[in-house]
């Protein structure tokens, strides 16, 4: 009987002996990558992936007793894919970048046609007016003949009093005309102002060489001016906000223009647009010794320049705080 038992315990002993040992690393290792692994995020990253792919290959390459080389695979696995998950984070926030600057390019837009739209208003309504003037000679041309035909006829007095109240409806319709061309302009002005702040509600700083940049449209500035738009110098806070996140760093900011018109006379504008950047906020609280004006002209374009929609990037006024990027 004791016989039986002890050869019991040494088949047991032998069965156990002849199971393999699990490779804990290696299995833990392969489940991190499970679910770290999909399709979209492989997309993102597809030179990473495959380098994980191969150090878990040659892994499972190696015999399980050569515990001292599957561990080296093992980190070099593990820092793949710690690699790997910092390519897909990049990636993922170049999507988020390009999503933003899309939108910032349908706002510029936007309000470019809303200025073509202002423009076109404005010449009507000079238009309306230089009728309403001449309506008005008119009318006193009619009662100084009127006048005049009353010393020689009391009948005229019925024809003068019709063409008066012709008169008068034609100037009143004129006058209505002006009015609702006026209604008509301050709702685009009041459109402007809402998508100037829509603008200044997507601006994003953008992480440079030199620093931090700031860009604001052509929007800010009327054609050809280097005075900011009343709306525009109300909504420059989130501007004051950017800079003052780097109370330490100095700021420079830059005037651009498009490459139409005289050198000399862009490169005049560009510095005049920069300095109104500069004095609003300055206006607002900002300390000036921070700041230094340059302006550039049309020789730093980010656009091409032979479209309006580049050319509008063209005109732009960078703020930078100098030292704060990468």
């Known amino acids: 009987m004791r016989n039986l038992v ?9 069965a156990c002996a002849s199971q393999p040992k699990r490779d804990l690393d290696y299995e833990r290792l392969r489940g991190d990558w499970r679910t770290l692994d999909s399709a979209e995020d ?3 990253a597809p030179l990473e992936s495959a380098r994980v792919d191969d150090a878990i290959a040659a892994i499972q390459a190696v015999p399980k007793n050569d515990r001292e080389l599957r561990k080296h695979l093992a980190d070099m696995a593990e820092l793949r894919m710690a690699i ?3 390519a897909v984070a ?7 970048l390009a999503a933003l600057e899309s939108e910032h390019q349908s706002i510029m837009l936007e309000a470019t046609r809303r200025d073509a739209e202002l423009s076109r208003l404005e010449a009507e309504k000079l238009r309306l007016q230089s009728l309403a003037r001449a309506e008005e000679a008119e009318r006193l041309r009619e009662e100084a003949e009127a006048e005049r035909l009353r010393s020689d006829e009391v009948s005229a007095d019925a024809e003068l009093a019709r063409q008066e109240a ?7 319709e004129a006058r209505a005309r002006e009015a609702s061309l006026a209604r ?3 709702e685009l002005a009041s459109q402007q102002a809402r998508s100037l702040q829509q603008q200044m509600a997507a601006l994003r700083p953008v992480s440079t060489a030199r620093g931090e940049v700031l860009t604001l449209g052509d929007v800010f500035f009327a054609s050809g001016q280097s005075e900011l738009k009343p709306e525009a110098r109300s909504n420059l806070r989130p501007v004051l906000d950017f800079i003052d996140r780097y109370p330490g760093n100095n700021v420079t900011i830059e005037g651009h223009t498009d490459d139409r018109g005289a050198d000399a006379a ?7 647009r920069a300095a109104s950047v500069r004095d609003a906020l300055v206006e607002m609280g900002a300390d000036e010794l921070r700041f230094n004006v340059v302006g550039k002209g049309e020789s730093t374009p980010i656009a091409d320049n032979s479209t309006s929609e580049g050319r ?10 100098e030292g704060s990027g990468r």
Do not use: F, H, K
């Not at 012709?166 to 009143?172: I, N, S």
């Not at 862009?266 to 005049?272: A, D, F, G, M």
């Not at 509008?312 to 705080?321: A, D, G, L, T």
């Open 312 to 321: 509008s990037r063209n005109r732009r006024v960078e703020v930078i705080v």
């Open 6 to 14: 002890t050869l019991g315990l040494v088949l047991m002993l032998a």
């Open 166 to 172: 012709e008169a008068a409806r034609r100037l009143a």
């Open 184 to 186: 008509q302009e301050a």
């Open 90 to 96: 990049a990636a993922r926030d170049r999507e988020r």
């Open 42 to 44: 492989r997309a993102r």
């Open 84 to 86: 790997y998950t910092t």
């Open 266 to 272: 862009n490169q005049l504008l560009s510095e005049r």
